[in-house]
Nanobody
Framework: QVQLVESGGGLVQAGGSLRLSCAAS????????MSWFRQAPGKEREFVAA????????YYADSVKGRFTMSRDNAKNTVYLEMNSLKPDDTAVYYC??????????????????WGQGTQVTVSS
């Protein structure tokens, strides 16, 4: 069993930055590919970024490419999402998720085995 706990959300003005963290319990964290998703009010949960178990080749949604950076520290059982040049459209609850066995896609919520409770990010204009 893996538990994921996000932190770092908050209120920021457009153009600002935030750094989200996702702390994981369990010794097998370093074996899992990890992703960030977000869900705005009235919208479906959408993929934001993913990183392999080794930390190589982060993969991003087009909407955040060039502004967001995902990383991980397996020694600390933590993944991060550095968010820069934030826009009001980035306002959402952000979730981290773990995929035990890579299913061929990072985009679909049903491919993930564990989810955090989410952290709110609000970007004011």
């Amino acid at each position: 069993q893996v538990q994921l706990v996000e932190s770092g959300g908050g209120l920021v003005q457009a153009g600002g930055s935030l750094r989200l963290s996702c702390a994981a319990s369990g010794r097998t964290f370093s074996m899992y590919d990890m992703s960030w998703f977000r869900q705005a009010p009235g919208k479906e949960r959408e993929f934001v970024a993913a990183i392999t178990w080794s930390g190589g080749n982060p993969y991003y949604a087009d909407s955040v490419k060039g502004r967001f950076t995902m990383s991980r520290d397996n020694a600390k059982n933590t993944v991060y999402l550095e968010m820069n040049s934030l826009k009001p459209d980035d306002t959402a609850v952000y979730y981290c998720a773990a995929q035990v066995h890579y299913s061929g896609s990072y985009h679909y919520t049903e491919n993930y085995d564990y989810w955090g409770q989410g952290t709110q990010v609000t970007v004011s204009s």
